[in-house]
Nanobody
Framework: QVQLVESGGASVQPGGSLRLSCAASGFTLEDYTIGWFRQAPGKEREGLSCISSFPALTYYADSVKGRFTISRDDAKKTVYLQMNSLKPEDTAVYYC?????????????????????WGQGTQVTVSS
């Protein structure tokens, strides 16, 4: 069955960096689009970034553009989210999700209802 497992969450100081991983199993990752989302306490889930299957087109929300970088290694069946210049407002549970195929415009892929499969999440806390 389709399974996504996030890892890499931690507590860091403002300005720090983290790299989250999303390990995929039970399906052919190279055929799927992956999205990263987050949910802070009391807030709705927010779409952050997505990456398509080949040629790995990417899209970012304005809130993370220039600070976060999404990438994929299909051989390792893993998608990454490199997060730099972290701020306290980045504190949240981070989730990856997957769906087959691409949408146009890619901004649609930051909407959670476009994804069928989800991981369990990993906590990121940014605090001094």
């Amino acid at each position: 069955q389709v399974q996504l497992v996030e890892s890499g969450g931690a507590s860091v100081q403002p300005g720090g960096s983290l790299r989250l991983s999303c390990a995929a199993s039970g399906f052919t990752l190279e055929d799927y689009t992956i999205g990263w989302f987050r949910q802070a306490p009391g807030k709705e889930r927010e779409g952050l970034s997505c990456i398509s299957s080949f040629p790995a087109l990417t899209y970012y929300a304005d809130s993370v553009k220039g600070r976060f970088t999404i990438s994929r290694d299909d051989a390792k069946k893993t998608v990454y989210l490199q997060m730099n210049s972290l701020k306290p407002e980045d504190t949240a549970v981070y989730y990856c999700a997957t769906r087959r195929g691409l949408l146009a415009p890619m901004s649609l892929l930051l909407h959670e209802h476009e994804y069928k499969y989800w991981g369990q999440g990993t906590q990121v806390t940014v605090s001094s």
